[in-house]
């Protein structure tokens, strides 16, 4: 358990349905990432957060995504009008100095 | 953005010294080199991380050599619970914003 928690870890849904994710890092990280994997392939990086104020956000990240951190603690990923290419793994990390923490991930299907 | 080059796989029989080799022929001054472990189903998982020479931790170790091009990851006489996939990773220490893990080498430990 790094402390990086994730919630659902598996989410089921049909097209076209909107799905959102939680992550909730170790609490003192002011740094939040979230990544995609699909099956074969490495994490690619979505979207940064610097405490509350989103920094970075990939090309992968369509105008269906969204990502908050309220507050600079926990955050959210929602995608709208899934598409079954959305199918993936969704990590969060967190960081302070260094290394990153990864959560165990979110798991969707899109149907 | 400075990407990576790594074997797809390797495969090693328990009890030997595993070294992974990794290319950047493109790493920037203040780019550091992290190597990240990842078991089905979980995220990565923080293994070393160096600037330049060797560091050594509990787990493995880490050789760079002076033009930084390359690094290569040293796992001493691996066990079963080694398999895994391995990411190179280079960017800033503190928080590269869009770290790039390419597809990883897939080791796999044989009895």
């Known amino acids: 358990d790094t402390g990086v928690s994730q919630d659902p870890r598996h989410k089921i849904t049909k097209r076209g349905q909107n799905v959102t994710f939680r992550c909730d890092p170790i609490?003192?990280?002011?740094?939040l990432y979230w990544y995609r994997q699909t099956l074969g392939q490495g994490p690619e990086f979505l979207t940064y957060f610097q405490n509350e104020a989103q920094l970075e956000k990939s090309r992968l990240l369509s105008d269906r995504f969204s990502a908050e951190r309220p507050k600079g603690s926990f955050s959210t990923l929602e995608i709208q009008r899934t598409e079954q290419g959305d199918s993936a793994m969704y990590l969060c990390?967190?960081?302070?100095?260094?290394?990153?923490?990864f959560g165990e991930g979110s798991r969707l299907t899109v149907l | 953005l400075a990407k990576t080059t790594q074997p797809i796989s390797m495969d090693s029989y328990e009890g030997q010294e595993v070294n992974i080799t990794c290319s950047h022929n493109n790493i920037a001054t203040n780019d550091y080199i992290t190597w990240y472990q990842q078991f089905p189903s979980q995220g990565p998982r923080f293994i070393i991380q160096?600037?330049?020479t060797k560091v050594t931790n509990e787990v493995a170790s880490l050789f760079i050599p002076a033009d930084r091009k390359s690094s290569t990851l040293s796992l001493p006489r691996v066990s079963l619970s080694d398999t895994a996939v391995y990411y190179c990773?280079?960017?800033?220490?503190?928080?590269?914003?869009?770290?790039?893990f390419g597809t990883g080498t897939r080791l796999t430990v044989i009895p």
């Open positions: 609490s003192e990280h002011n740094r």
């Open positions: 160096g600037y330049k």
């Open positions: 990773l280079v960017g800033g220490q503190t928080g590269a914003n869009n770290l790039f």
């Open positions: 990390a967190s960081s302070q100095v260094g290394e990153l923490f």
